[in-house]
């Protein structure tokens, strides 16, 4: 069991480790970490905290992970790190515990979180999400499965990105990015339905449940109605469940409490999504 720690690393003796789990040169696993089987870590990690990581995840140099969170409202409370299967934390990752006792910050499982990303306390990232390179997630960010967050993007807290949503690179998302959108520019437009996401996903394969969001995308962006009514008659229009999730998603980022949807661009000739 032991030839798989490198004899440079410090882990505490109440560390729960699987005996499979491969531990690199300079690492630091504290007292509370518990890590499942088949996961890597590499050379100079530190993990920390009351963080759970699951199984046949890989952690490379020098990420760091569990630690307080950067909230100057962090009193020193428990709160906790949760971390999935199947994931690839690259060079310098940054994952924060949660501010509140007992909340977590939560990584699902098959991410990419690439080199020098952020992901701050209290966020939640699901499924199948990459996140590249110098991506800051604020606090209480929202990352929905597939989405794809290009590189020196940065997300204002309490921000939700939709499912198989696409932002490119270097763009301020400071409110909701709709699902199955692609969003790009500072200040952030929505640009069109993200159709090689949603086609490399297989939704494109029902002919009639893609033009049907086409037809929900268009009423919200491009019918010239206003965002609130647009969304009042999405919800009444039913739909298969690409819709359903649309209408969802955009009905609760127009709420008081939230900090509203990313708006798209005005009416053109040609549209992206046509």
């Known amino acids: 069991m032991t030839t798989l720690i490198h004899p440079t690393a410090v882990v505490h003796e109440g560390a729960h480790l699987h005996p499979t789990v491969k531990v690199g040169p300079y690492a630091v696993i504290g007292e509370q970490v ?22 046949q995840n890989r952690i490379f140099p020098g990420a760091a992970i569990g630690l307080e969170s950067q909230d100057l ?30 909340a977590a910050t939560l990584l699902g499982s098959n991410n990419l979180l690439m080199a020098y990303s952020h ?10 999400v990459i996140i590249a390179n110098s991506v800051a997630l604020a606090g209480h960010v929202y990352v929905e499965s597939g989405a794809r967050i290009s590189g020196l993007v940065g997300v204002h807290q309490f921000v939700h990105v939709g499912r198989l949503a696409m932002i490119g690179g270097l763009s ?5 990015v709709p699902p199955f959108t692609l969003i790009n520019g500072n200040p952030a437009y929505v640009r069109g339905l993200n159709q090689v996401g ?12 893609y033009r049907e969001l086409k037809q929900a995308y268009r009423l919200v962006y491009r019918s010239g109605e206003s965002l609130s009514n ?11 469940e690409l819709v359903s999730h649309f209408s969802q998603f955009l009905q ?18 040609h549209s992206d999504d046509d």
């Not at 609760?252 to 000739?269: E, M, N, V, Y």
């Open 230 to 240: 647009a969304v009042a008659k999405l919800g009444q229009s039913g739909g298969n």
């Open 34 to 55: 518990t890590i499942g089987p088949g996961t890597e870590i590499g050379a100079h990690v530190v993990i920390d905290g009351d963080t759970t990581i699951g199984a």
């Open 73 to 102: 409202k962090y009193d020193g409370s428990m709160s906790r790190v949760v971390i999935g299967d199947n994931n690839l934390i690259r060079e310098y990752v940054t994952i924060n515990r949660a501010t509140d006792a007992g």
């Open 198 to 209: 949603l086609q490399r996903a297989g939704l494109t394969a029902d002919p009639q449940a």
């Open 252 to 269: 609760a980022a127009i709420q008081p409490d939230r900090r509203g949807l990313t708006p798209g661009r005005r009416l053109s000739k």
């Open 172 to 176: 301020r998302i400071d409110r909701d």
């Open 119 to 128: 992901v701050a306390h209290n966020c939640v990232v699901e499924d199948h």
